[in-house]
């Protein structure tokens, strides 16, 4: 709660200061903010906020996931100066509304309750569906952003009726009591449908295909320093979520769902993977591999054991270090070429080589490339799930395969194609080169290293 205290203040005060000289220093406010935020998660949670716990509760596993965010999320503030340099006119609703995003994740990483559950998930998206939108000469961003809305709504209908259905049956939102009746109760059909319908709606918001269909639209229209977020945060606080509510308030019912949610990853891994190989746009194809990763962290729920909260953990940090090393890649291009095709990509290690290095090993982390943290955490997912669901495993491993190919096209096109039209004169700041490192040095050094995950985030 401390943590959400700080993080609040920090985003009305970077939103207030749009009034001088439109928004210059919220960026700063924000990064001072969080620095705080990632200092106070390492301590323990102050006694006054003990009689909110039936609603919320900081434990131990809350505060990991929130140190990756906080971590992913001041990433994304330093890529900020040079992403945003379009959006002179409204730079602090952007950096604060991306805090009060933030809010509604770390709320999903501690909720106690349905409500609260609920709360959660609109904190995290109402502003997105502002954000999404917010580059208002661009129809695809309009579209984005009305897609965005329009599903987001869908899929909250589908976990109100969900909700409601489960209180009606167990007659509590308290997860624990939920899952108390699950045990006594597995085969009572309105508990039972109110659980399909919750891991609908949550299956919307991490894009488990079929239910995908929003994603790739979203993300290739809403500015790119967004749709990382989306990619990073969203995708952390939306898996979180769904792993809490199915393996506390469902574990009563786990033969219920366990055959619909292996359904949902063969689709996903199969469906998005192909997809990929289809496009000849960097970001739509950016976009499909963040709904095909879903499919691979769908994994987490086969074969669960007392490292599968570590392994979630360490998975969606090497997925989102890899993203925000991709994505700021293709924001400097696309501010360059104005597109992102594939061919804008043309040329670019012999102008810029340490953004098409960070970006090569990025797609080589994602692809589950052995040394990088993307196999480490690859590796730990289908070991787990190996004992559980032997053939997801196998159809993970196929899908990896498979996405090997459009990533390397990404990588011959900077490495190998000549291109001359890099405006030489527009230069990637120091600022870039400092985050770009960061991300090489930590995708490695934990594909090497991994228990380093463990140290630094105080396990």
């Known amino acids: 709660m401390s943590v959400i205290i ?29 620095l705080v935020a990632f200092y106070v998660s390492f301590l323990p949670e102050h006694q006054f906020f003990a009689k909110y716990e039936s609603m919320f509760i900081f434990s131990q596993t809350a505060a990991l996931f929130t140190k990756v965010s906080i971590v992913i999320t001041l990433l994304l503030y330093f890529l900020g100066g040079f992403s945003f340099s379009d959006h002179r006119s409204h730079q602090s609703e952007l950096y604060s509304l991306m805090l009060f995003s933030l809010i509604g994740g770390i709320v999903l990483f501690s909720y106690q309750n349905l409500v609260t559950l609920f709360l959660g998930i609109e904190i995290l998206s109402i502003p997105l569906y502002v954000m999404a939108g917010s580059r208002k000469t661009d129809l695809r961003s309009t579209e984005a952003s009305i897609k965005y809305f329009l599903m987001g709504a869908f899929a909250t209908g589908f976990l ?3 909700i409601a259905l489960i209180y009606g049956s167990a007659g509590s939102f308290d997860l624990y009591a939920v899952h108390e009746f699950g045990i006594s109760n597995p085969k009572n059909l309105m508990f039972t449908m109110g659980c399909v319908l919750m891991l609908a709606a949550l299956a919307f918001k991490v894009s488990l295909a079929p239910f995908h269909m929003w994603g790739p639209d979203v ?17 952390i606080a939306g898996f979180v979520a769904l792993f809490r509510l199915m393996t506390i308030g469902f574990f009563g019912v786990f033969e219920e769902w ?25 970001k739509r194809m950016l976009a499909y591999s963040a709904v095909s990763h879903a499919g691979y962290v769908g994994l987490i729920f086969f074969g669960i054991n007392h490292l599968s909260t570590y392994n979630l953990a360490f998975y969606l940090f090497a997925y989102s270090l890899a993203s925000v090393g991709v994505m700021m890649c293709l924001i400097y291009v696309e501010k360059i070429k104005r597109e992102s095709s594939f061919k804008a990509f043309n040329g670019l290690a012999r102008t810029e080589p340490i953004l098409a290095v960070v970006a090569a090993i990025s797609l080589l982390s994602m692809a589950g490339i052995p040394l990088t943290a993307g196999f480490v955490g690859k590796f730990s997912l289908f070991a787990q799930a190996m004992q559980a669901a032997p053939i997801l495993v196998v159809i993970a491993v196929i899908g990896s395969a498979i996405s090997i190919v459009y990533y390397l096209r990404l990588i011959i096109a900077m490495f190998f194609y000549e291109e001359s039209s890099f405006n030489t004169t527009e230069k990637v700041s120091l ?24 140290y630094q985030f105080g396990l």
């Open 219 to 235: 993300y290739q229209g809403s500015p790119s320093l967004i749709t990382t977020f989306m990619m990073t945060i969203v995708k």
């Open 160 to 162: 109100l009726f969900g």
């Open 258 to 282: 366990i055959n619909i949610l292996a359904v949902l990853v063969i689709i996903t891994l199969l469906l998005a993977n192909f997809m990929g190989l289809a496009q000849t746009n960097a």
């Open 6 to 34: 700080i993080i609040f203040l920090t985003a009305v005060i970077a939103l207030f200061s749009g009034v001088f000289e439109q928004g210059k220093w919220a960026r700063y406010i924000g990064i001072a903010g969080l």
């Open 431 to 454: 600022t870039y080169n400092i985050v770009a490192v960061f991300i090489i040095v930590a995708i490695v050094t934990l594909g090497v290293y991994p228990d380093l995950f463990a």
